[in-house]
């Protein structure tokens, strides 16, 4: 049995995500060999701290930490102060600063712990030196759950495609987005009502530019065009158009056509806008789903879809990635 | 290339592999014959329309040796816009001139617009337009696009083109 003990920065949605899923999954954990103790959960109100691994039931009725913090410790302070072996940084993204995530990684890898992250904006502005660190210090940086969510696609071109040229990827990284776009082609309603409607339901954010102006997309294009294809680009350097230009009466001509319009964010042409789909393609999926096609020498064209947002689902990329860690570290110490 | 002929053959016994054989000396791939023996022309000849991919410059050699067989050749040159595209423009399409964005596509000469959809909600609202453009080849296509995004920047109108089949 390994011993690792997690600390878990952030606990906003999907830092909730992350104690329930490490909660309900500590039996399967255990039988794969790896004993993850979480040791410390931080928000930006405390830090809780238990050695022998948190309570979750405990404090997963909290919203915050306020009411059950065991210390005053926040962010690097923490992080840099706490004996883990790996951090997961699920702090709120910033696509221009990367902080407060960016400091936490940086404290993280320097001092010789895995980073595992759902946490775009750290990645989107120093991908390149956030890597070195990581490998400086012996250390894995894991980041599945920035793209797609739980949609496999940087460890399914990593590791499952490893040996094909990829050629290209493009897809659909909005599940806000490609909501709101379903829900004005089913309903031939305009953009304004699709996305109140979307608000209501808690798909978009009350402020809904960063999703609907294509900056989160083009963030997701930034990480996967630095982490799968060495383009070592910014977030300056994409093409964004947002869907907030969108008519329904545009979604019913290309309708008519067999196209479907979908926001499409592609790398390497590092571009997103509001594309025509044949209704037939595959990546043409509906509702908040999100997908991409993988585009190889040598096994042609690769589609995946599936949940690109949600507590669980994060946190299932999350966990895929803390596991593929310890994997890799045993078939490393085999050779 | 992709290029059609019209022939002309005698309505004698023989003249149809007579006309496809200076083809296979030239390595032109056929790809449709069309034999109209009940539109025999006044002269008494029957004609024949072919598509074949072939190397433009043997097209004059081609020729030679059709005519002399005694094959006379009507019509031979590219067939015409092989590619087309469907793009939906959002904005103030027609009080843009919509006629002037058509027509920067159609004087290319090797490109045009075949089909237009307008939709127009209301007067001071975002108007919507589909338009297919044919042109002659895949490059002609791509160029066309180039014409339409960068008229479409000048007008401020959304360009929402097709996702490509294939990785570029």
């Known amino acids: 049995m390994r011993d690792v003990k997690v600390s878990l920065v952030g606990y906003g949605v999907v830092g909730h995500g992350v104690v329930d899923v490490l909660n309900r999954k500590k039996k399967m954990l255990r039988e794969m060999g790896l004993n993850l103790k979480l040791i410390s959960v931080s928000d930006h109100t405390g830090t809780v701290l238990a050695d022998e691994g948190i309570n979750a039931e405990k404090i997963l009725s909290e919203r915050t930490l306020q009411n059950v913090a065991t210390s005053d410790m926040k962010g690097k302070e923490a992080v840099s ?20 995530g960016l400091g936490h990684m940086e404290a993280a890898l320097s001092s010789g712990k895995h980073v595992v992250t759902s946490n775009k904006g750290p990645l989107v502005v120093s991908y390149d030196r956030l890597k070195k660190l990581a490998e400086d210090n012996g250390v894995m940086l894991k980041f599945e759950a920035t793209v797609g969510g739980t949609m496999p696609l940087i460890s399914l071109v990593e590791r499952t495609l490893c040996g094909n ?37 808690g798909i978009a954010e009350a402020d809904p530019s960063y999703d609907v102006e294509g900056v989160d997309t083009a963030g997701k294009v930034v990480i996967l065009a630095n982490a799968l294809f060495d383009m070592n680009i910014k977030y300056s350097d994409v093409d964004v158009t947002g869907i907030t230009g969108v008519t329904p009466e545009a979604l019913a001509l290309a309708r008519k056509r067999g196209y479907a319009i979908k926001l499409i964010g592609d790398v390497p042409a590092l571009t997103v806008r509001p594309t025509l789909v044949p209704m037939d393609s595959p990546i043409a999926v509906a509702g908040t789903l999100n997908s991409a096609a993988i585009y190889t020498d040598l096994s042609g064209t690769i589609t995946v879809t599936g949940l690109g947002a949600g507590s669980i689902e994060t946190a299932s990329a999350i966990l895929s990635d803390i596991i593929s860690i310890y994997r890799t570290k045993q078939i490393d110490a085999i050779f | 290339m992709r290029l059609s002929m019209d022939l002309e ?14 083809l296979k000396d030239n390595k032109a791939n056929i790809i449709s014959v069309v034999h109209h023996r009940d539109r025999k022309t006044p002269r008494g000849t029957i004609p024949v329309r072919l598509v074949v991919e072939m190397d433009r410059s043997k097209l004059d050699t081609i020729k030679n040796q059709l005519k002399s067989s005694g094959i006379s050749v009507v019509r031979a040159g590219e067939d015409r816009f092989i590619e087309a595209v469907s793009v939906v423009l959002v904005g103030h399409v027609l009080d843009s001139d919509l006629g002037d964005t058509v027509s920067r596509i159609d004087s290319t000469g090797f490109a045009e617009v075949m089909d237009l959809a ?3 909600p209301g007067v001071n609202e975002p108007s919507s337009a589909y338009l297919k453009i044919r042109a002659t080849g895949k490059t002609e296509i791509q160029k066309a696009l180039g014409i339409l995004r960068q008229v479409c920047r000048e007008k401020k109108l959304l360009v929402i083109e097709p996702i490509e089949a294939e990785a570029v």
């Open chain 2, 118 to 120: 307008l939709t127009m």
């Open chain 1, 81 to 100: 102060a706490i004996d883990s072996d790996l951090v997961i940084e699920v702090t709120p993204t910033n696509i221009v600063h990367g902080q407060p």
């Open chain 1, 165 to 201: 040229t990829i050629y290209g990827i493009r897809g659909i990284f909005n599940g806000t987005c490609n909501y709101i776009l379903t829900r004005m082609t089913e309903e031939g309603i305009p953009y304004t009502h699709a996305l109140s409607e979307a608000q209501d339901l």
């Open chain 2, 9 to 22: 053959l005698q309505d004698v016994p023989g003249q149809l592999l007579l006309a496809l054989q200076p």
